[in-house]
């Protein structure tokens, strides 16, 4: 069986690297040197705040078993994490837009390190504080540096079409390639050096602290609308109405939450799918398959957003599709192959099938991540960027605690055709999207201050 795990990595790394040796005039963009160095810097920062993110995710529940609690209370700790997420990171999001794009990135590397602090203790109290912190974290690391990022291209010049390059090399690298070396690099410091599963987070701390050193030296700061006259209150308005009064936006927020719902619940489904009498599988080695092949995917997005045909809003229909379809392979196989009872040697045939299924599904993800940053530049408007990208956040957050509370009381299978059906609805859409998109820029929002001005009489 460990031939079939070879292979399949072999395979997709194989494909990676034809696709990005193989690249030609029509699939590169050309560049200045002022945007290389520019999306080079925001290249080597980002990849060192998803290190300091991938190090801590695999130990996480491993460190909370070692301090001896339970799957109830471990359960409680994430759902405490997502909840904080939902809670203070929209605050702390949107304070984004009006205190500053790079103080919120400090400000997530901060709370970051601390929340790998309080690892050290045992304590289920300090352990929560933990959680909240890193809730807080990860709402800032999803929002406030792609609102630096997209700040910052327009107020260089540089051409809309360069930012879908940084995008993708963002996914390429931070969801990929520092993925898979952060994994490797946390099993050496845990079972090779046995330095104990706290050090994977005194790592993710350096790391942070590093990143967070660059991003104080050379980054300049940008807002979303640092008017004094705005309070936390109208910037949730000025991103409600934006959201009400701007379809396009509304249908961004639900195809994001439909999808990122559907692939957090995809992260606690795959461990029981493929060993579900307790089998024993390579989890680091999966997991570093499943990079890759979110590698595969962003490779593809960096290709097609190179072009000026297909559209973002047209293939992205497709993904959905596929996604939605590779989803099915645990319910297809259950109703082909009467599911086993009894624990067996590795990983069953029926296993290895929806590893393939997996493995798509992860190239999907790889294509929409880049894909999602696009659009979101395109339709969210600047001065409340922050705020919105964190009210997308909501349903999603709320979606994983529901799912995190019930994990257990629904078949696997049924679950899985939850997240397809979701898939598909964002499909749908995803369509709707592609339909209005080329609705005139007079219908579009209007900024809170244009409202304004419109609405206060003349003086005479």
Not at 39 to 49: A, G, T
Not at 309 to 336: D, G, K, N
Request: aromatic share 14%; glycine share 6%; hydrophobic share 50%.
């Amino acid at each position: 069986m460990e031939v079939f795990y070879y292979l399949v990595f072999g395979v997709m790394a194989a494909v990676v690297a034809v696709l990005e040796l193989s690249k030609t005039n029509k699939d590169r963009i050309n560049t200045s040197s002022a945007f290389n160095s520019f999306k080079n810097n925001y290249l080597l920062i980002f990849s060192l705040m998803m290190a300091g993110d991938w190090l801590q995710g695999p130990y996480v529940y491993y460190l909370y078993s070692t301090y001896g609690f339970g799957k109830g209370d471990i359960g409680q700790l994430f759902i405490a994490g997502f909840g904080s997420s939902m809670l203070f990171g929209t605050i702390v999001g949107s304070l984004a837009d009006k205190q500053g794009r790079k103080r919120a990135c400090v400000t997530y590397c901060i709370t970051y390190i601390l929340s790998c602090v309080t690892k050290h203790s045992p304590q289920y109290r300090v352990l929560m504080v933990g959680r909240i912190l890193g809730g807080v974290s990860t709402s800032l690391l999803f929002s406030a540096f792609e609102s630096w990022l997209i700040a910052e291209h327009n107020k260089r010049n540089f051409e809309q079409q360069w930012l879908s390059l940084t995008f993708s090399k963002a996914v390429f690298l931070g969801n990929g390639l520092v993925a898979i070396l952060s994994g490797l690099f946390g099993n050496l410091l845990v079972d090779t050096f046995s330095l104990g599963p706290v050090a994977p987070f005194d790592a993710a701390g350096c790391f942070l602290a590093i990143g967070m050193a660059i991003i104080l030296a050379t980054w300049s700061e940008n807002y979303g609308d640092p008017s004094d006259s705005k309070d936390l209150l109208t910037q949730f308005k000025v991103a409600s109405i934006a959201i009400a009064s701007d379809e396009k936006i509304a249908l961004l927020g639900a195809i994001q939450s439909l999808f990122e719902g559907s692939m957090y619940t995809f992260v606690f489904l795959w461990t029981p799918a493929l060993s579900p009498n307790d089998e024993e599988i390579p989890h680091g080695f999966i997991f570093a398959t499943f990079m890759l092949a979110s590698m595969l995917g962003s490779s593809l997005a960096a290709r097609l957003m190179a072009r000026s045909t297909p559209r973002v809003e047209s293939y992205m229909q497709v993904v959905f599709v596929v996604s939605a379809a590779s989803l099915l392979f645990p319910i297809i196989t259950s109703l082909l192959v009467t599911p086993s009872k009894v624990k067996t040697e590795g990983m069953s045939l029926t296993g290895c099938i929806q590893l393939l299924g997996f493995c798509v599904f992860e190239a999907c993800v790889g294509i929409f991540w880049p894909s999602i940053m696009k659009m979101r530049s395109q339709y969210i408007p600047e001065e409340a960027r922050s705020t919105i990208m964190n009210f997308f956040r909501i349903p999603l957050n709320i979606f994983v605690c529901v799912v995190l509370y019930n994990v257990n009381a629904f078949p696997i299978t049924i679950m899985f055709g939850m997240c397809s059906i979701f898939l598909f609805v964002a499909s749908i859409l995803q369509r709707r999207l592609m339909v209005i998109s080329d609705k005139p820029k007079a219908e579009d929002w209007i900024p809170m201050k244009d409202r304004n001005s419109e609405t206060e009489p003349l003086n005479l």
